[in-house]
């Protein structure tokens, strides 16, 4: 039962699992979609009932059949590096992979359809509300009006961006900025704009959820930082023990998003308070690793080298066996009783 | 509680809906993504635990508290009609709508989530086996000898694409095409290639599925006619009963991928069997309507404008109350026994 693993050549975080899976004698394969079609092939059949399957990469040709997991890290377009690239070829190479691998019955490391709605950041805010997590007081709007209300309540808050930087060429950043009630915010009606109460925060927690277990990080903020991705000043990532209700939470967050790992961000306020800021399905774990030791990459490599003997997280279906796997994709939240 | 539609300005299939939900007393908004956020607004607030949204639309303003329904037909992309159109704003406002849509416990006609994998026509052959569909021999390929072996052992194949005619202008039509085991197989390497074994019909089938309720119209195929598509001779679509073991099928491929509606297209062949070729998730249902006269919108509108209490289909949670949503995105193909 091999491990596939879905990322692109320059992925070295992927390194680490491939090097866990490797002590762990569990055969794997590494792909970028990519290199669909010229440096890799795939063949699927579907005859009186039957389904067979083949992925030949590097050398190497894996039966469909045989795989055990899906880990989906940074996988490149399919046929992006195609001689004869083209928006039509990725589309037919897309087709033929994913439709290939979301016959198979492999665990996913996150399947796509859970993935798909757990990237949207005021998905997340409400999942977290949900979760039992503190959640800043956020608004996401095109009102400029209704930016500057909120300023005026808040006193002090950030701007964000939810989908991250533009994609252009030289890069840009985008760091969270504080700004304050006497900003203009005209400009909030030419793009939805996300504002955030700003937690005055004594440390940036990341939490990485891989399956059931945890593993928390704590790196003190420079006085009055705001965003812990920017401005280098003197703290290391530390490890720390997630608090009980935190973990309680984690574990909620991932069951209603059906999600297999996630990437928590939280600021750490004067109290001791975790807030939650963001749950980043394919977050970044290697710097985690590399700062505090704790063996993430091994707990990765574990999940995806688990039998295939997964229960649904929420109760199985009658006619479900108990090799199924857990359905996910649509998050399992609860109408609100009226008050 | 509102309906809330995801539709271009143009899509006049969604007219027989609205014309229906107005019969039923049941209110609606007709939204197009594509207007964010110069001629359309929305706003999300996230405060101690609770979660209020709004999106104003053609004078209109809908809580997002109060969506009953959320039917995805043909939305344009987020913000693709702003002065400052550009990729970013529509990550952004992408964000900022779905983000709230996907926070929101309205039912989905179809959620992206089991959207995003039904999607993928090799995926829907092996749900298709598994729902007990008869399914023509199917070969999806990048190598040529496979392709050859495979027209050689089935000696009468189909050529078609997986993901449709390129987007190209002025527009291209990409037919299912008849070919033999002599054609030349080589370019099949540069790109996933669809083969499939050639079902002489007599007949085409649609079949739509919206929610529990099916209708199937059937159109008298011209002698040696590949694709129904093209070519117009004289034959038009009539309703026509589906027998018993398919609509058993239909149900259980719906319970499968966790959609409420979908348009099957099958080949009824000279001894009456409807051979599956795919499941359009968001396949049209007018020319049907309006050739058969069989109250398609009318079902939509109903299922769109049901009240908020619908079971997962494969048992609900302990932690699930009635008005829970089902679970879907993910598929619950079972793993076979070995034999």
Known sequence: MTVLILTCRQDVTADLVV????ELGVPLVRFDPADLPDRAALSTEYDRGDFTGYLSTGGRLVSIQGLRSIW?????RPAAHAANASEWLTAECGQALYGMLYATTARWMNHPGAAEPARHKPFQLRVAQR???AVPSTLVTTYPRAAHDFAVRCADIVVKSASGPPSVDPPVSLPTTRIGPDTDFSDVAAGATLLQRYVPKRADIRLICVGQEVFAARKTAAAGQVDGRFG?????WEAVEAPAGILHSVHTYMALTGLA????????DADGVWWFLECNQGGQFGFVELETGQPIAAAIASWLAAPHTVRPPHGASPVDGPEDRPAVGRPRLRREQPH
């Open 19 to 22: 090097a866990e899976l490797r």
């Open 72 to 76: 989906v890290r940074r996988p490149g």
């Open 131 to 133: 979760s039992g997590f």
């Open 232 to 236: 280098c000043h003197g703290h290391r």
């Open 261 to 268: 790992y996630g990437a928590f961000d939280f600021a750490e």
